[in-house]
């Protein structure tokens, strides 16, 4: 694969995890749209391929935006409450970043005497 469609997909993975974020935060408030963000965002993880042009940038769109919705807003209050559902909410962000660096680590080549073993 190109550098180029790396980047391409680097860029559309980036912003499928903020909007998947954005969608996650605004109804986290929600039990099911807790939930629903969480599954959708595990769902997401899985699929996408481990690499700094799949998981980590989706990983990275999505905390964020989770970032930008825990700092102060002008009026004084947060998008984020300090409930049950708030730090479920920042908990899950600690996941999705953990998911998103461990899709760098590259998996190591079965040995020969492994598969060996195995048949």
Partial sequence: MTLLRRGVLAVLALLAGAAVS?????????????VLGTVTTAAALVALPPGWW?????????????????????????LVASDAH??????????????????LVRRRPADQADQAEEA
Avoid: K
């Fill in 86 to 103: 708030g730090y479920t909410l920042l908990v899950v962000g600690m996941l999705v970043l953990a998911g998103g660096c461990l899709g």
């Fill in 54 to 78: 799949a998981r980590l940038p989706f990983a990275l769109g999505w905390v964020g935006v989770l970032w930008l919705a825990t700092t102060r807003r002008p009026e004084g209050d947060y």
């Fill in 22 to 34: 954005v969608c996650t935060v605004a109804l986290h408030g929600y039990t099911w749209g807790l």
